[in-house]
């Protein structure tokens, strides 16, 4: 079984849907959770970041970390044709010190088109 | 300020060929990477190296060979490449205020025949 488990899609909504994006992880070591944006033929760019549980807002996006159930969630509300793209899911715990210090575990990725 | 950047964007080699990935930063990381990416598998790493002098196996090593030239430059080696090494390769790099962020280049898309 993999650290992190995340939907591949792929995903398909109208323009101005309510989008919800999942990751469950089974490593309770991990700390920080991040959202990463890949366009298509480029690589992945950082979305957004939440440390241990709770949610955090940016505009239209939302991420939300239950620790407890091992679930982390983006939600993108009135989404637009400008947020398709793959979107991953990844995760590290806070090994400061350690050479391992910010190695990132990565979801398969939720391929999301927006149509208008 | 041109961030990471990798070379070549494209190549194609034939089984048993081998070849060296470049990849480069200029935001003074410590801390870099090397991913492949295949459809359905999101990012696997390859190897990274959390500083200068050292390098370390991610989870899927088998096949590949890195050098941490200094603390901008990062290589990975193919030493006789396979079909099943068919892929996208991303480098990327993390260090600073955060390593929460890991900065992406543009990704060599690889193909053996």
């Known amino acids: 079984q993999k650290e992190v488990e995340q939907d591949p899609g792929p995903l398909s909504v109208p323009e101005g849907a309510i989008v919800s994006l999942n990751c469950t992880y089974s490593?309770?070591?991990?700390?920080?959770f991040m959202w990463y944006r890949q366009y298509s033929r480029k690589g992945p760019e950082l979305l957004m970041y939440?440390?241990?549980?709770g949610n955090k807002e940016d505009g239209r996006f939302t991420a939300q970390v239950d620790k407890s159930s091992k679930y982390i969630s983006l939600f993108i509300r009135d989404s637009q044709p400008s947020d398709s793209a793959t979107y991953l899911c990844?995760?590290?715990?806070?090994?400061?010190?350690?050479?391992?210090?910010?190695?990132?575990?990565f979801g398969q990725g939720t391929i999301l088109t927006v149509h208008p | 300020n041109a961030g990471v950047t990798q070379t070549p964007k494209f190549q194609v080699l034939k089984t048993g060929q081998s070849m060296t990935l470049q990849c480069a930063q200029d935001?003074?990381?410590?801390?870099m990477y090397w991913y492949r990416q295949d459809p359905g598998m999101g990012l696997r790493l390859i190897y990274y190296?959390?500083?200068?002098?050292?390098?370390d196996k991610g989870e899927v090593p088998n096949g590949y060979n890195v050098s941490r030239l200094n603390k901008r430059e990062f290589s990975l080696r193919l030493e006789s490449a396979a079909p099943s090494q068919t892929s996208v390769y991303f480098c990327?790099?993390?260090?600073?205020?955060?390593?929460?962020?890991?900065?992406f280049g543009p990704g060599t898309r690889l193909t053996v025949l």
């Open positions: 190296s959390a500083s200068e002098g050292t390098t």
């Open positions: 490593n309770s070591a991990f700390q920080y």
């Open positions: 990327a790099s993390s260090g600073g205020q955060s390593y929460n962020e890991q900065f």
């Open positions: 990844a995760m590290r715990s806070n090994n400061a010190g350690g050479t391992s210090y910010g190695k990132l575990t």
């Open positions: 935001m003074n990381h410590n801390s």
């Open positions: 939440t440390y241990s549980s």
